[in-house]
Nanobody, 119 residues
Framework: QVQLVESGGGLVQSGGSLRLSCAAS????????MGWYRRAPGKQRELVAD???????DYADSVKGRFTISRDNAVNMVYLQMNSLKADDTAVYYC?????????????WGQGTQVTVSL
């Protein structure tokens, strides 16, 4: 069974940086898309950034120029480098992978990691 585990969240001051990591356990292959989503209090979940197997990336307008997504296909990990953090970035961050496993071609989600940016 595939599970995704995020790490790297925490409390940081405005203007600071954090690096999130997400590791997949279990057998997953041909992971086409890896991404990061977030849900702020009282808001819907939104896409932060995603990265294709080709290396193509997409970012939410609110994080362009501040966040960088990357992936390591050899170990099925995805990262999110977050710089110049703002209070509005406070949210639970979830990683997502879309790929093949014994259960078929489907989405997998992590349990989330809290990021809190103080003023």
């Amino acid at each position: 069974q595939v599970q995704l585990v995020e790490s790297g969240g925490g409390l940081v001051q405005s203007g600071g940086s954090l690096r999130l990591s997400c590791a997949a356990s279990g057998s997953i292959w041909n992971v086409n898309v890896m991404g990061w989503y977030r849900r702020a209090p009282g808001k819907q979940r939104e896409l932060v950034a995603d990265i294709r197997e080709s290396g193509r990336t997409d970012y939410a307008d609110s994080v362009k120029g501040r966040f960088t997504i990357s992936r390591d296909n050899a170990v099925n990990m995805v990262y999110l480098q977050m710089n110049s953090l703002k209070a509005d970035d406070t949210a639970v961050y979830y990683c997502q992978m879309h790929g093949w496993s014994s259960a078929g071609y489907r989405d997998y989600w992590g349990q989330g990691t809290q990021v809190t940016v103080s003023l």
